[in-house]
Each structure stands twice: as structure tokens, then as C-alpha cells.
């Protein structure tokens, strides 16, 4: 399984950003779709997570009203377009996978499959 994050960058605080994730390797039905960060010095934290069958959605408090997570499973891509950014999203955000069979959508370590980061920077 290979999941590739894209799209982070830097924007000035009150923009946006796409993040992209383009998932292979298997059928991601009863998967959780997933995406955390992880800031300096802080630990990875959940932001957003979509089911892979039947698109439910869940966020964080903290972005809740600002990101949008989406799949396309056509195109085995996961989106997370954020919104009203603040310097406080700047973070490492990351794409996972997990079966929802089992352990938590918002726990990091129930997570199997992880990509490899992309950083976002939010300057004031």
C-alpha cells in the first residue's frame, strides 16, 4: 500500500490549500481515510478523517467549519481542502489508512498505512 501526500506549501494566514492524497496497493473499502499533523514539538494530532464506502466525515474542533475532507474513488485520491488558515495549522500533515472494523478513527497508532508527510506554513 502506498499513500502519497501533495499540495502543502505556504500560504499566508486567512488562505487556502488542497492537500491531495493518492492512495494504490488495495481496495479501500471499509477503510477510514484519514489526516493528521504533527507541528513541532507537538504531538501528531487528528485533523480529518472520510470513510471510504460511504464518505462519512469527522473533524477535529479546531478546524471544524474550515477543512473539507473528500474522496474521489474513482480516482483513489483523498482531499483536504483548508480554508481560513491560520498560523496554528502550520504542521507536517499526513495521510492514513486504517480498517474501521477496529480501534479508533482519531487515535494515530490504529492507523496501518501512513504517507509521507507534506508541510503546510502559515505565516501571520
Known amino acids: 500500500v502506498q499513500l502519497q501526500a501533495s499540495g502543502g506549501g505556504l500560504v499566508q494566514a486567512g488562505g487556502s490549500l488542497r492537500l491531495s492524497c493518492a492512495a494504490s496497493?488495495?481496495?479501500?473499502?471499509?477503510?477510514?481515510m484519514g489526516w493528521f499533523r504533527q507541528a513541532p514539538g507537538k504531538e501528531r494530532e487528528f485533523v480529518a478523517r472520510?470513510?471510504?464506502?460511504?464518505?462519512?466525515?469527522s473533524y477535529a474542533d479546531s478546524v471544524k467549519g474550515r477543512f473539507t475532507i473528500s474522496r474521489d474513488t474513482a480516482k483513489n485520491t483523498v482531499f483536504l481542502q483548508m480554508n481560513s488558515l491560520k498560523p496554528e495549522d502550520t504542521a507536517v500533515y499526513y495521510c492514513?489508512?486504517?480498517?474501521?472494523?477496529?480501534?479508533?478513527?482519531?487515535?494515530?497508532?490504529?492507523?496501518?498505512?501512513w504517507g509521507q508527510g507534506t508541510l503546510v506554513t502559515v505565516s501571520s
Open positions: 496497493g488495495r481496495t479501500f473499502s471499509g477503510y477510514d
Open positions: 472520510v470513510t471510504w464506502s460511504g464518505g462519512i466525515t
Open positions: 492514513a489508512a486504517r480498517s474501521y472494523y477496529s480501534g479508533s478513527y482519531y487515535n494515530a497508532d490504529d492507523y496501518d498505512y
